[in-house]
């Protein structure tokens, strides 16, 4: 059992708070070291995550120099260890100069056993998610995009887009069920360029969007003068899809006397237009969607179960954005490459509470509100990482609770520097002085947290 739990590399000479913190921990395995060669000897045996580092180790137990090297050196094996620095009494200055050389967070002693333990959980919980994410990036190839244009690296999505794939070559109707923003119109395409239609029109028409009175003669067309207004003989979306797909997106919208007319074309095959007297035979390959209970409108009688059976020949669920595991990060990534790219912004990835709170959140509205998001918050980053707070969610993970004391002081540092530069017009010295702090740790605070002045 024990040798499955994570390792814990404690870096800390005094013998008595090794002993404690050997034992403080049940969920790791905590090894220690009390010197640099020893925690060096440890990161190679055990390739630890989350390392805690007290700056003053022997020789120089009062400096912090043989600590610093240690940090370096762990950084340079392996970037993506976490370490946390232990800072004494007054060291708070040197445990924020190890944090912009790459350390994770640090704790002030004396050694508040559930705090550090808070604190260390955190660490391990990023490293997970920082590790898989590195993980998808690197499995998908090049960009985890299945079926031309969708990215995923959830086996519930890849599945889904596989069963596309195998029935995207039959003409059967196709009834995708899924929440808003989960992606139905790009599957439906996804079904019409898979299919030998590939090369025919893809239509397109949201039921739902279109009044009750319009919807008839946008799908049948009509004739020249069959009412105010008709002045000339349009067709249908159902004629303009010959050949190819008609997507029929929330089609549990379609009132009940379309319905019927809807049902009758596709037993015949034939249209007839508005006011018209010729049947026009049509191939199509139907597609549609919607986000509606439909069962329950069945039973309801406000859907008929003739057409439902029509139209879901096979019927496929896509999964909600929560449901599939690591894909919320996985987007994140691809649409702040595509957003920055477009309006030019310099901003280059995500900060780990932003990572954070991505995994965290719900997301409700499914890839169309991580789309959006991300696109906000390409535009109103202003440093060269996107934070939690340019997410703007306003749930607990975000602004409310943030991951750790660190996270809450690097958004309360950031609010405060922005509002003195800005009261300041940018001046770094006239900054500082707002902020009670020297022109060097303004630099610093500047560089630490990517932000420009
Ligand atoms: N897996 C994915 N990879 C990349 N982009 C995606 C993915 N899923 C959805 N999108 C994008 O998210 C947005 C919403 O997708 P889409 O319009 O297909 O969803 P929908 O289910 O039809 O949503 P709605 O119910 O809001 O109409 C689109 O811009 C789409 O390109
Ligand atoms: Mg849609």
Same mark, same amino acid.
């Given at each position: 059992m024990s040798d499955k739990k994570p390792i814990l590399l404690v870096v800390e000479d005094d013998e008595g708070l090794q002993r404690q913190l050997r034992w403080a921990y049940e969920d790791y395995e905590v090894v220690v070291a009390g010197d640099r060669a020893t925690a060096i000897d440890m990161m190679r045996l055990h390739e630890p995550a989350v390392v805690t580092l007290d700056?003053?180790?022997?020789?120089d137990p009062d400096g912090t120099s043989e600590g610093f090297a240690t940090l370096e050196t762990i950084r340079s094996l392996k970037p993506d260890t976490k370490v946390i620095i232990a800072s004494g009494h007054g060291a708070r200055e040197s445990a924020l100069t190890a944090i912009a050389s790459g350390a994770y967070d640090f704790y002030q002693k004396p050694v508040d056993i559930d705090e550090l333990g808070h604190i260390v959980g955190r660490a391990f919980h990023l490293h997970g998610i920082e590790r898989e994410n590195a993980r998808l990036e690197a499995a998908g190839?090049?960009?985890?995009?299945?079926?031309?244009?969708m990215i995923t690296a959830a086996p519930e999505m890849l599945k889904v887009a596989r069963t596309i794939e195998r029935v995207a070559g039959a003409d059967v109707s196709v009834m995708l069920l899924g929440?808003?923003?989960?992606?139905k119109e790009l599957l439906a395409r996804g079904v019409h360029d898979e299919s030998?239609?590939?090369?025919k029109p893809f239509v397109a028409i949201n039921c739902a969007a279109i009044p009750e009175n319009l919807l008839e003669a946008e799908l049948f067309g009509y004739e020249k003068g069959?009412?105010?207004?008709?002045v000339k003989t349009t067709e249908g979306k159902i004629e303009l899809a010959e050949g190819g797909t008609l997507f029929l997106d929330?089609?549990? %919208?379609?009132p009940l006397p379309l319905q019927v007319k809807l049902l009758r074309f596709l037993q015949e095959r034939v249209v007839e237009r508005i006011g018209g007297r010729k049947q026009i035979a049509v191939d199509v390959r139907i597609v549609c969607a919607t986000h509606q209970d439909l069962d329950a409108m069945i039973a309801a009688q406000t859907f008929r179960d003739d057409l439902y059976y029509r139209l879901a020949e096979i019927v496929v669920k896509i999964p909600s954005l929560a449901e599939r595991a690591g894909d919320a990060a996985l987007l994140a990534r691809h649409f702040l490459r595509k957003f920055a790219e477009e309006v030019k912004s310099p901003v280059k990835g995500f900060a780990p509470d932003a990572l954070a709170a991505i995994d965290s959140?719900?997301?409700?509205?499914?890839v169309r509100e991580l789309e959006n998001r991300i696109k906000r918050a390409a535009i109103m980053a202003d440093g060269k990482l996107v934070t939690a707070a340019d997410l703007d969610? %306003?749930?607990?993970?975000?602004?409310?609770?943030?991951?750790n004391l660190k996270a809450a002081r690097e958004i309360a540092d950031r609010g405060a520097i922005r509002s003195a530069l800005s009261r300041a017009e940018g001046n770094i010295s006239q900054s500082a002085k707002l902020l009670g702090i020297s022109r060097p740790t303004l630099y610093d605070l500047l560089k630490q947290y990517e932000m420009s002045a």
């Open positions: 700056l003053g180790l022997p020789p190839g090049k960009d985890n995009s299945v079926l031309g244009g929440a808003s923003g989960t992606g030998p239609r590939a090369d069959a009412f105010t207004g008709a929330e089609v549990g %919208d379609i959140h719900d997301w409700p509205g499914n969610f %306003d749930d607990e993970a975000g602004e409310s609770d943030p991951l």
